[in-house]
């Protein structure tokens, strides 16, 4: 319980101190911003004109209903399937696991947790997605206003439009970011690999920025491999909105659309501002989930 409290936390603390930019990228996946560009700065204006700085945050209360659940789940069983990896692989606790088998366990952990929070994911993504202006009104204002609003026009199973590349996603990108982390450990070890509560002051100190900088590499890394992927998962989220028209018939069909409409490249717009956003989340939620485990560790 205590892993699953400090995983919660972190993801918190992580995604609302980058959401502003988060806004910024998931505007330029979608292209519902009524701009010519999709410039940093310029869809930045447009946001403060159009909506406030409050407007930075949009989404930000579906995501912190969503993510501190789903970082919850992400961080205790990630543990639960290492665990289980090192039993299957006789790897004792002192020893770090095979990066194979890191990685797979980060990837379950994340599908683990996508299957339990998409509506609210969904819901982040119609509220974040698209921009308020003179001519248009913002219609998703809300997590519950966005669900029920898309039950009452589209249907209940419309709360899992983009579900399939968002699970596809989900093994890759955290098996990604565990697994890099996991190979950074084994590379740059501690000169003393003990428990938390067993670890000499400068070791106890050294943990937590330890983990931001391979948490930061490790998210920058899935970040870039996984993003096209994510890219559809906004568009299919979005697509049957108010405002949008339903263009896609699924997953595979969605790319092939988009690939013949705007090319290769248009599964990358947002791709900057996503990997400036993306190493402070990670090295965020790896370093405050480390130091919050040390700080609770006389607890509970």
């Known amino acids: 319980s205590r892993r699953m409290v400090c995983g919660g936390l972190a993801g918190c603390i992580a995604k609302t101190a980058t959401n502003p930019l988060e806004r910024i990228k998931m505007l330029s996946q979608t292209g519902e911003h009524g701009l010519k560009t999709d410039s940093v700065m310029g869809l930045y204006r447009s946001i403060i004109q159009n909506e406030g700085v409050i407007g930075l945050w949009a989404g ?16 205790a069983s990630n543990d639960m399937y290492q665990g289980i990896f090192r039993q299957l692989t006789h790897t004792p606790e002192h020893q770090k696991l095979h990066s194979a088998y890191a990685f797979f366990a980060g990837g379950l952990a994340g599908m683990s947790a996508t299957a339990c929070t998409y509506p609210l994911d969904f819901a982040r993504g119609r509220i974040s997605g698209k921009l308020a202006s003179h001519a248009r009104k913002k219609e998703y204002k809300g997590i519950w206003t966005t669900i029920l609003l898309t039950v009452r026009d589209e249907g209940a199973l419309a709360l899992y439009k983009g579900v399939t590349p968002t699970l596809l996603g989900a093994l890759p990108y955290e098996g990604i970011k565990f697994g890099t982390v996991g190979v950074l450990e084994k590379l740059f070890p501690l000169p003393v690999d003990v428990p938390v509560d067993q670890q000499q002051p400068q070791t106890s100190a050294a943990q937590p920025l330890r983990k ?32 949008t028209n339903v263009q896609y018939a699924g997953y595979f069909d969605c790319v092939k659309k988009t690939y013949q409409a705007e090319g290769i490249g248009r599964f990358y717009r947002g791709i900057l501002i996503n990997i400036i956003r993306m190493a402070p989340n990670a090295a965020v939620q790896f370093g405050s989930y480390e130091l919050l485990k040390q700080l609770t560790a006389k607890y509970f």
Do not use: E
Request: charged share 10%; hydrophobic share 50%; proline share 4%.
């Open 60 to 75: 930000n209360g579906a995501n912190l209903l969503r993510i501190f659940p789903a970082k919850a789940v992400v961080f």
């Open 212 to 243: 931001m900088i391979f948490g930061g590499i490790g998210g920058v890394m899935a970040g870039l491999i996984t993003y096209p992927n994510d890219t559809v998962r906004r568009l299919l989220q979005l697509q049957g909105s108010r405002g």
